[in-house]
DNA sequence: CAGCAACTGTTTTTT
DNA sequence: ACAGTTGCTG
């Protein structure tokens, strides 16, 4: 069997699978506390390495049998280790083979870190085993089993912006705009269909089709499913949904999968949408009879149903968007009659101070089973408030902060920064660039994302699988030869009324009577892609990208440019380079589709890298499943949290609510709570409210630094780091702010645009700016102060600066608002 | 067909 | 604020 290629390290991260020493590094859940026993290896003589060290729940947990058991996890009980160590007894002992194994996790690198841990346990003998996501499972199976309906095993995965190309193709195509029809609208409501395992035909049987809406969505879906097909791809809910309808339609290709997974165990059962749990069910039926075994007299199959194994926390639970449901774990009993249930409530992770608020706030969502962490390693620091006049301001305490704990001897790596939205990152970042902090942003997707790489890619789609319409038509006339709109469309018609592939039809070009030049380019681009796809079944990746973005010109067209942008865009071309050749490094034999098939799954904790001294930066939702010493929780204000888009969902404020605990719960040792009075959003500034959760945290919990109540409209004029310092106790003993009022003070009112934005209006370069300990400097935001020492070299030199009030600062001299008095 | 200026809507979270 | 798109001109 194939290795993996979930054992690989992400594309993005191509070197070996780091893992954090113990202590240290974002650890997953794993319960920090108890590391140091896990492993075999450190065991006294007679120890059983499988249950050593274990607390009574956590053994009941691993050494259970039966056909089906719910581990309910709360946040930081070492579920990682009860899943790893139930694996590891399994095989020792000799109950299962390790391919008799299938682990579902939630992420790439989740499932890197599992595999790395049983393998530890077991010296290495987990060859063999399934440790992977759901959807990398599913290309797994899909890749093994494609041609039983139609499709073939070369397929390529359309992500959600692909996604959203082709629906607005064909939206322009029917004209579907004027109904209200957007590619984000449309494409989400496939989506949603899809991960209830709805198709067309399910679904155009119950809809209203006097509705022209209703019947336009009904056709783009129709087309999208036909257009998907006809270019032998899947979309990310396709390779769920289309695996259990493989299953459903071909009984014989299960049951070689029914029998050969005797123990299924699924992470973060609670995301779980349809989809997945019918992949579960089917997967965990016991296998049908072939009907060569009847002729052979055999009967039933005799082969009893995989064991399941289930670990969630209802909690936890912030996919519902997605089409996470869940009544997949809160009936799981109901599900699987005769199911054990074991329930996880001791918490190795946090404080007892972090974890009483995690319990204050989750209370208030009623509807649930009431379960409560508790800690045996004392109350710990108290959690840390503070309110800023604006997201800058609160990014400057954040900055200042993680300064202070890191001089206390914190490592960066273990400092995390959390938001609700990606849009709150630029008021960080800006902050931290010019602290000269070592951050970096998880997840973003950005390197994928950017156009220049979407264009090497759909080259290297285009080779890999020529059906693929929507990668050819993308690289048509990327970088520009003359292919125009008009071109691209005579080319399309032609195949459609020839019965042939766009692809054919640039192989066929000469027969189109176009104009001479465009029919070389596209020649020339034809044959070109043929030379690579020959180059592919011979050669390594990185040389087949080399030669498409060299010969194509893609790579040429942007260095020669005028634009100074696109010299950036060539270097992360060349860097995508290094990627493939990184990933050839770690996969020996990889194929290009393997390697196209990883980077398309790459999820966004995926690019982890635990030994980079940096801090991390990242959304709620990324956060789930790490945890760090030290946890700054931003934006904790209504409308961001909750979210005003969940308001009108139902069920909304209550997942908000749970992703504010998921936050809190990451934090081991110290947690800061922030928030701004005002945050700028569209480019305006718009007045910002508390969140309704701050209060339910109880008021002795919290130490403000800058309470809401304390936060007045002349605020703006002071620079908090003239008043925040020294200031403590201003809890009153009921609710949750300072400042002797029970409820959250309303907040004044500024005009509009009070404070402009003070950082991103000012582009400066100090490149030249030459500082030396004893100049005396003025800052925008800090007023005036001496340079005591300069360090760093070029662009990178950071001036240290006590100033005059707000004490001592580290700034990096190029971008830092500074000038020489 | 390419390049530029003006204009739009966008931001909730993600495999 | 910004990117992506539309529409105009050469």
């Given at each position: 069997m194939v290795q993996p290629s979930e054992s690989s390290p992400s594309a993005n991260e191509p070197a070996v699978v780091r893992i954090a020493p113990p202590g240290t590094g974002p650890g997953f859940e794993s319960g920090s506390s108890q590391r140091s026993v896990q492993f075999g290896h450190d065991l006294p003589a007679g120890e059983d390495p499988t249950t050593h060290g274990l607390n009574p729940q956590q053994l009941e947990a691993v050494t259970y049998r039966g056909p089906a058991l719910l581990i309910v996890a709360g946040a930081g009980s070492g579920k990682t280790r009860v899943l790893t160590q139930r694996i590891a007894g399994l095989i020792r002992g000799r109950e299962a083979w390790p391919s008799q194994i299938l682990a579902i996790t939630f992420t790439n690198k989740a499932a890197a870190e599992m595999r790395e841990r049983v393998e530890e346990q077991l010296g290495g003998a987990a060859e063999g085993m399934w440790i992977s996501t759901f959807h990398s499972a599913c290309v797994r199976i899909l890749r093994r089993e494609a041609e039983h309906f139609g499709f073939k095993k070369n397929f390529t995965i359309y992500d959600s912006s692909d996604t959203k190309v082709l629906i607005k193709r064909l939206i322009k195509e029917l004209q579907a705009d004027v109904l209200g029809l957007t590619p984000g609208n449309v494409a989400s409501k496939i989506s949603k269909l899809k991960n209830e395992l709805t198709d067309v035909d399910a679904y155009a049987r119950d809809a209203n089709m006097s509705d022209p809406t209703e019947r336009m969505f009904v056709e783009l879906f129709r087309r999208y499913t036909r257009e998907l097909a006809r270019a032998n791809s899947f979309d990310f809910d396709d390779l769920i949904g289309q695996t259990v309808y493989l299953f459903r339609a071909f009984p014989h290709v299960a049951a070689a999968y029914q029998k050969r997974f005797r123990h299924i165990l699924v992470d973060e059962y609670q995301d779980t949408n349809h989809a997945q749990y019918s992949l579960i069910r089917e997967l965990t039926r016991a296998p049908q009879p072939e009907p060569d075994d009847y002729l052979l007299g055999?009967?039933?199959?005799g082969i009893e149903a995989a064991s399941l194994t289930v670990v969630g926390d209802s909690d936890q639970s912030i996919y519902a968007f997605r089409g996470a449901d869940i009544r997949n774990i809160t009936e799981f009993e109901r599900d699987f009659p005769g199911a054990k249930v074991v329930l996880l409530e001791q918490n190795y992770r946090s404080t007892q101070n972090i974890l009483s608020a995690a319990n204050a706030v989750i209370s208030n969502n009623f509807d649930r089973k009431d379960k409560k962490l508790w800690s045996a390693d004392g109350a710990g620091e108290k959690i840390i408030g503070f309110t800023g006049y604006s997201g800058h301001d609160e990014a400057q305490f954040v900055a200042d902060e993680i300064e202070k704990l890191h001089s206390e001897g914190m490592s960066y790596s273990d400092m995390a920064v959390f938001y609700r939205t990606n849009a709150q990152t630029r008021a960080l970042e800006e902050i931290f660039i010019r602290s000269a902090l070592p951050y970096r942003v998880m997840g973003g997707t950005k390197f994928y994302d950017r156009a220049e790489i979407r264009d090497s890619f759909g080259y290297l789609v285009s080779v890999v699988n020529p059906d693929d319409q929507l990668a050819l038509r993308r690289i048509l006339n990327t970088p520009k030869r003359g292919i125009g709109p008009a071109t691209e469309t005579q080319l399309a018609t032609f195949a459609e009324t020839n019965g042939l592939t766009f692809r054919d039809a640039m192989r066929n070009v000469?027969?189109?009577?176009?104009g001479p030049k465009v029919t070389g380019s596209i020649r020339a681009l034809s044959d070109l892609l043929d030379e690579a796809a020959e180059l592919a079944d011979t050669g390594v990746v990185a040389d087949v990208l080399t030669l498409l973005v060299t010969r194509s010109g893609l790579l040429e067209t942007l260095r020669n440019s005028r634009d100074p942008q696109d010299e950036a865009r060539a270097e992360n071309i060349e860097e995508l380079q290094a990627v493939t050749k990184e990933f050839e490094k770690n996969n020996p034999d990889g194929t290009l589709i393997d390697f196209l098939t990883e980077v398309s799954l790459v999820a966004a904790a995926d690019d982890l890298d635990d030994t980079s001294g940096t801090v991390s930066l990242m959304t709620l939702h990324t956060a789930k499943g790490l945890e760090y010493e030290a946890v700054f929780l931003t934006g904790i204000e209504e409308d961001l949290l909750?979210?005003?888009?969940?308001?009108?969902?139902?069920?909304g404020p209550a997942e908000e609510r749970r992703l504010f605990y998921v936050g809190i719960t990451r934090a081991r040792k110290r947690l800061f709570l922030s928030l701004a009075m005002t945050r700028a959003q569209f480019g305006e500034t718009a007045v910002a409210m508390p969140s309704r959760y701050l209060q339910e945290i109880p008021a002795e919990l919290i130490e403000w630094r800058q309470s809401p109540g304390m936060v007045n409209s002349r605020g703006g004029q002071q620079s908090r780091a003239l008043n925040s310092t020294g200031r403590r106790g201003f809890s009153n003993g009921r609710g949750g702010y300072g400042g002797g009022s029970d409820q959250p003070p309303a907040l004044p009112r500024p005009e509009k645009k009070a404070w402009p934005n003070q950082v991103t209006n000012q582009v400066r370069d100090n490149s030249t700016l030459e500082l030396v300990p004893g100049d005396r400097i003025t800052h925008v935001d800090f007023g005036e102060g001496r340079v005591q020492q300069v360090t760093g070299e070029g662009a990178k030199r950071i001036a240290h600066v006590i100033f005059d009030a707000a004490g001592p600062k580290k700034l990096l001299i190029k971008i830092a608002p500074i000038e020489k008095i």
């Open positions: 055999a009967g039933p199959t000469e027969g189109l009577g176009l909750p979210h005003k888009m969940s308001a009108n969902e139902p069920g």
